[in-house]
Nanobody
Framework: QVQLVESGGGLVQAGGSLRLACAASGRTASTYAVGWFRQAPGKEREFVATINRSGESTYYADSVKGRFTISRDNAKNTVYLQMNSLKLEDTAVYYC?????????????????WGQGTQVSVSS
């Protein structure tokens, strides 16, 4: 069992930056691949970024490629999402998720554990 807690959300102006953190507790978090997803009001939860268990491989949604960076510090059981050049359309609740696998995934249903989410709001 793994518990995930997101932090770092908030209100930022367009063009600004935020860094989200996903802290894991319970079984060794480094044994899990992790993904970030987001859900805007009235929309389905969508994939944002993912990283494999070792941190060597990452993958991004086209909408955030070149602006967001996912990374992990297995010694701290934490995965980060650095978000730069934020746009109005990045406004959403951001969730981290973990899956019992070495390999990353972009499909929501392949994840076993979810955090409670953190709100990111981008203003003009």
């Amino acid at each position: 069992q793994v518990q995930l807690v997101e932090s770092g959300g908030g209100l930022v102006q367009a063009g600004g930056s935020l860094r989200l953190a996903c802290a894991a507790s319970g079984r060794t978090a480094s044994t899990y691949a992790v993904g970030w997803f987001r859900q805007a009001p009235g929309k389905e939860r969508e994939f944002v970024a993912t990283i494999n268990r070792s941190g060597e491989s990452t993958y991004y949604a086209d909408s955030v490629k070149g602006r967001f960076t996912i990374s992990r510090d297995n010694a701290k059981n934490t995965v980060y999402l650095q978000m730069n050049s934020l746009k109005l359309e990045d406004t959403a609740v951001y969730y981290c998720a973990a899956r019992r696998s070495y390999y990353y995934a972009t499909i929501r249903d392949l994840y076993d554990y979810w955090g409670q989410g953190t709100q990111v709001s981008v203003s003009s």
